[in-house]
């Protein structure tokens, strides 16, 4: 079955860039996610990406795809302390004739003064 | 604009008793619909999803039943919570391919 990994936690100083790395095992996925998650709420769609596409920049967001080896990264540029929260990596392929994403375990981005 | 709803937010239910939570969707028509749940620590597991009225996907086995009775309404239920059940419920909607919007959140500890 689908499988997304991601690393639990990732530490960074304010103004610095932060990288989010994803691995997935689905070749067939056709949409990738990134999802963000506050405290005590719900996921919001942060970006998303085809799978035919490399790269997609949106403002602070970077996101970049490499198909081959199933990897996925989200980077935001000049990361602030409201950018604190869990990310989450999905992917999705028809299925059922539903895209039904498969989610990572999330990662918890910190960012300390 | 399409709007979720999903209450209650929290709740508090010794083991053996029955749940009810209750999600809706404002704005749109023939959403697909989904109950997740969130873990301490884990991911999200997908436990249902429907792709129209009465139409319910079961992704696990489990204590939890799903029913949609008007196009908008999606219900999560149990006849008898047990302690595994603890976690946070999050009910959303989709028209595109898997663009989801997420309720708020149900936190559901059972005692």
């Known amino acids: 079955g689908e499988d997304v990994e991601q690393s639990l936690f990732l530490s960074v100083r304010e103004g610095d860039s932060s990288v989010i790395n994803c691995t997935y095992t689905d070749s067939s996925s056709t949409y990738l996610y990134w999802y963000k998650q506050e405290p005590g709420a719900g996921l919001q769609l942060l970006t998303y990406i085809f799978s035919n596409m490399d790269m997609k920049q949106d403002q602070r967001l970077t996101v970049l795809l490499n198909k081959k080896d199933k990897h996925l990264s989200l980077r935001i540029a000049d990361t602030q302390t409201g950018d604190s929260a869990i990310y989450f990596c999905a992917e999705s392929t028809l299925g059922g004739g539903s895209y039904i994403p498969t989610f990572g375990r999330g990662t918890s981005l910190i960012v300390h003064p | 604009s399409q709007t979720i709803h999903q209450w209650p937010a929290t709740l508090v239910q010794p083991v053996g008793s029955p749940l009810s939570l209750e999600c809706t969707v404002e704005g749109t028509s023939n959403p697909n619909l989904y109950w997740y749940r969130q873990a301490a620590g884990r991911g999200l597991q997908l436990l249902f999803y429907?792709?129209?009225?009465?139409?319910i996907s079961s992704e696990v086995p489990q204590n939890l039943s799903a029913s949609r009775p008007q196009d908008r309404q999606f219900i999560l239920s149990s006849k008898k919570l047990l302690l595994s059940d603890s976690g946070f419920y999050l009910c959303?909607?989709?028209?595109?391919?898997?663009?989801?919007?997420f309720g708020e959140g149900s936190r559901l500890t059972v005692l």
């Open positions: 429907s792709v129209g009225i009465g139409q």
């Open positions: 959303a909607w989709s028209r595109g391919p898997g663009e989801l919007f």
